[in-house]
């Protein structure tokens, strides 16, 4: 079974502060990685992609990814209250039938206290 | 330009009842899934169409799912006897295509509940 893992939080960062959020895999053939942003009672919303190993940066976000560590990372510069959310890590798989569907982690739990 | 659209957004229904639900992708997304989240759990791969066609149904939960595709386009996913495990928000993805560099882009759900 494919395995994606978070730790759940809540992580609590003061505004203004970096946000840094973690996310291992368990498939070494999984080639992208995705960071979605869901606010409460909200659908998921596409931050970031990254297929490369190193750092992909796009505002104040920034993704890492570790292919041989299996682990991919999303750091947030400046956090903002508006930032507080779950943040949900999900891999593409090609296993068995499927074909590229997502696997997600079932998320952090971000809070930035102003 | 228009995201993915679903509906209903809320269907509140009696236990063993028949619900279908509806997903409309952005135009000209080949590509399809549908996933489902319960309360406390993550994420799960239901189904996905490439074109009308869904090569693999494995991910749905029983013989009581099934969907559809028709014209490249609307899907619908159809519960037959619900349950009340199937109480969930089921959102529908679309994309361009199935490849590895191909993002999903996410509808705003159906909430299900079934009483």
């Known amino acids: 079974q494919k395995e994606v893992e978070q730790n759940s939080g809540p992580l609590s960062v003061p505004e203004g502060a970096i946000a840094s959020l973690n996310c291992t895999y368990s498939?070494?053939?999984?080639?992208?990685f995705f960071w979605y942003r869901q606010y409460s009672g909200k659908s998921p919303e596409l931050i970031m992609f990254i297929y490369s190993n190193g750092d992909k940066e796009d505002g104040r976000f920034t993704a890492q990814l570790n292919k041989a560590s299996q682990y991919v990372s999303l750091l947030i510069r400046d956090s903002q209250p508006s930032d507080s959310a779950t943040y949900l890590c999900?891999?593409?798989?090609?296993?068995?039938?499927?074909?590229?569907?997502?696997?997600f982690g079932k998320g952090t739990k971000l809070s930035v206290k102003p | 330009g228009a995201g993915v659209s679903q509906s209903p957004s809320n269907k509140v229904t009696e236990k063993g009842k028949d619900v279908e639900l509806r997903c409309d992708p952005i135009?000209?997304?080949?590509?399809l899934y549908w996933y489902r989240q319960s309360l406390g759990q993550g994420l799960e791969f239901l189904i996905y169409f490439q074109g009308n066609s869904a090569p693999d149904k494995s991910g749905l939960p029983s013989d009581r799912f099934s969907a559809e595709r028709t014209g490249g386009s609307v899907s619908t996913l159809t519960i037959q006897r619900t349950q009340q495990e199937d109480s969930a928000v089921y959102l529908c993805a679309s994309s361009l295509g199935t490849g590895e560099l191909y993002e999903q882009y996410f509808g705003p759900g159906t909430r299900l509940t079934v009483t």
């Open positions: 135009s000209g997304h080949t590509a």
């Open positions: 999900a891999v593409k798989s090609w296993h068995g039938g499927s074909q590229g569907n997502l696997i």
């Open positions: 498939d070494r053939g999984s080639q992208s």
